[in-house]
């Protein structure tokens, strides 16, 4: 794995195109070569073996490029509607700017971890790069160009702005260095870097034949845990054989079926895009909020902008209350724990420390299943990826493992 970390100096010069998806952190895992190479499939390429392949991705070094990424992500959440984006910090901006922007881009491309999009990216060196999200009736799309920074939401036409770092905070910044709102993964290329980045011994990778994606020939590299115990039944990622792009990533489960995460290019041009896609200026109307104005709201925000009546526990939890963090195992079912404030579980509708908002009530009951063992009883929160144990003496398990895994670690900490 040596050779992969070596070129970190030349992936940092490599264009990042922000595409978000979820669950980078989770697919994250350590990493120990399996010899294998690619001698079948179509098209027919040239053998090379999986050290190969990922050399080929860290040299990567494509600057240029434009296409369009079809990104779906199922997690098996209860379909809410639109009340989940309340729960994110930022979220819900409204046009009289008291609630933010809906322009803003920490919270507007949060809104990309689940479902189906597709998105137009393109990018031309380290300073130029846009990504529209298509929606059948509206668009909304982030410009980077230079020292500017756009975001436009033609749904609410609202504009985000951002001059540079030093004036629009750690968001613009983020954006100057080509890098997504903390938090928010990235393109089949940074899907692929977080996967790979880390070696150890707990996972297996493989040439897995070749395919054809977005016209183009590829690689097919599977990367799956040794593990057993993990929600990850393995990742395929489709690179391509010319320049070393990942063009298709894949995250599927452990249990079956559908993928939960499958983000790919429909169509790909890696020549200079034109200099009029990196224009933008605000339409006549467009509510424009600046992105220092944003950091000073964000800077202002207190236990007392939560909800109303949520209880103090999660209003410390959120400004950053939560301690003892560790972490149980390693690899692919390695588990969080840590502790909530005040000692105890998470409350409910009619507990004493008071109501907890109805659609939070809502979605906790529609993911919870209640589980006893010798640290007690608790609840477990489950997605198609990851799980987390909410025990009622306040302690959190979380994982992309197993619930039963989860009950386990739960017992051992006792």
């Known amino acids: 794995m040596a050779p992969y970390e070596s070129e970190s100096a030349g992936r940092r010069k490599a264009t990042r195109y922000v595409v978000p998806v979820a669950v980078v952190g989770v ?15 179509n098209p027919d390429l040239p053998k090379i073996s999986a050290q190969q392949l990922i050399e080929k991705i860290a040299k990567s070094d494509v600057q240029q490029m434009s296409g369009t990424v079809k990104i779906s992500t199922d997690l098996g959440l209860p379909s809410l509607g639109g009340m989940a984006g309340g729960f994110t910090p930022g979220a819900g901006g409204s046009s009289d700017g008291k609630a933010g922007s809906s322009a803003d881009p920490q919270s507007k491309l949060t809104e990309l971890a689940t479902g189906t999009h ?25 410009i980077h160009n230079g020292d500017e920074v756009w975001a436009y939401d033609s749904a609410s036409n609202e504009a985000y702005h951002a001059k540079d770092a030093a004036a629009a905070g750690d968001r613009a910044a983020k954006h100057r260095k080509g890098e997504t709102p903390k938090g928010v993964p990235a393109t089949p ?4 870097d977080e996967v790979l980045k880390a070696s150890g011994k707990t996972t297996s990778i493989s040439v897995e034949g070749t395919s054809q994606v977005a016209g183009r020939d590829a690689y097919k590299l599977l990367v799956k845990p040794k593990q057993a115990g993990s929600t990850v039944g393995g990742i395929t990622i489709s690179v391509d054989a010319k320049t070393g792009v990942p063009l298709k990533f894949t995250l599927t489960p452990a249990g079956g079926g559908k993928a939960v995460v499958d983000a790919g290019f429909t169509k790909v041009d890696f020549s200079k895009p034109a200099a009029s896609t990196f224009d933008f200026t605000p339409p006549k109307g467009a509510k424009v909020t ?26 410390d939890a959120r400004g950053g209350g939560m301690k003892d963090l560790k972490v149980i195992g390693e690899g692919w079912t390695s588990i969080a724990e840590l502790k909530l404030p005040g000692g105890q579980g998470l409350p409910t509708g009619g507990s004493a420390s008071g ?20 640290f007690g009883s608790g609840t477990v929160f489950s997605t198609r990826l990851v799980n987390a144990l909410v025990t009622d003496d306040g302690k959190v398990y979380a994982g992309a493992v197993t619930k039963d895994a989860l009950v386990k670690a739960a017992n051992a900490a006792q």
């Open 290 to 315: 600046e992105g220092d104005d944003l950091k000073a709201r964000d800077k202002s925000h207190a236990p007392k902008d939560m909800p109303k009546g949520m209880p103090k526990e999660l209003r």
């Open 189 to 192: 290329k940074e899907l692929a």
């Open 27 to 41: 697919a994250a895992a350590t990493i120990g070569l399996v010899p294998a190479l690619a001698d079948s499939g």
């Open 118 to 142: 597709t998105l137009r990216i393109a990018a031309d060196g380290a300073d130029r790069h846009k990504l529209s999200v298509l929606d059948s009736a509206a668009e909304y799309s982030v």
């Open 355 to 374: 109501d907890v908002p109805p659609e939070a009530q809502k979605f906790m009951d529609a993911l919870g299943d209640h589980v006893t063992g010798k």
